[in-house]
């Protein structure tokens, strides 16, 4: 299993029904990609006094270290850019140090900008995507 030191989470805002719903199709979404297949799973809030079963809040996803921090963005990317057609989507991305980010997209077109602070978030090293 990967260390606990590569792993990036990517938490939502808004009701729990929504941050489940946004959390689970990322993970869904980043499993499905061939080169990231398997690396994401859901961080899950404990079910409220009364209700069966918890919501998730947000993907995790494991081993993202060189290459695959492309493979990442560009998949997040796409992902943005369907869920931004049809509403705002926003999110914070929390790296292993603690550091994160806040993003939002309300179009495509945010989205395309989204991914760009998104890589260099991830990668803000100097000459960091060679």
Same mark, same amino acid.
């Given at each position: 299993?990967? *260390?606990? !030191?590569? %792993? #990036?989470?990517?938490?939502? !805002? =808004?009701?729990? $029904?929504?941050? $489940?719903?946004?959390?689970? &199709?990322?993970?869904?979404?980043?499993?499905? !990609?061939?080169? #990231? *297949?398997?690396?994401?799973?859901?961080?899950? /809030?404990?079910?409220?006094? @009364?209700?069966?079963? =918890?919501?998730?809040?947000?993907?995790?996803?494991?081993? %993202? %270290?060189?290459? /695959?921090?492309?493979?990442?963005?560009?998949?997040?990317?796409?992902?943005? /850019?369907?869920?931004?057609? *049809?509403?705002? %989507? &926003?999110?914070?991305?929390?790296?292993?140090?603690?550091?994160?980010?806040?993003? *939002?997209?309300?179009?495509?077109?945010?989205?395309?900008?989204?991914?760009?602070? #998104?890589? @260099?978030?991830?990668?803000? =090293?100097?000459?960091?995507?060679?």
């Amino acid at each position: 299993m990967p *260390s606990p !030191d590569h %792993v #990036l989470t990517f938490a939502f !805002d =808004g009701p729990a $029904d929504d941050t $489940d719903d946004q959390a689970r &199709s990322l993970a869904e979404w980043l499993n499905d !990609d061939e080169e #990231l *297949s398997g690396a994401a799973r859901l961080r899950m /809030v404990p079910p409220a006094p @009364g209700e069966q079963g =918890g919501l998730a809040d947000a993907a995790e996803v494991l081993g %993202v %270290v060189g290459p /695959v921090v492309e493979a990442l963005v560009s998949c997040v990317g796409v992902w943005l /850019v369907q869920r931004a057609r *049809s509403r705002r %989507v &926003s999110l914070r991305v929390s790296r292993p140090d603690g550091t994160r980010v806040e993003l *939002s997209a309300g179009s495509p077109e945010d989205a395309a900008a989204v991914e760009a602070q #998104l890589r @260099g978030f991830l990668d803000p =090293g100097p000459g960091g995507q060679g």
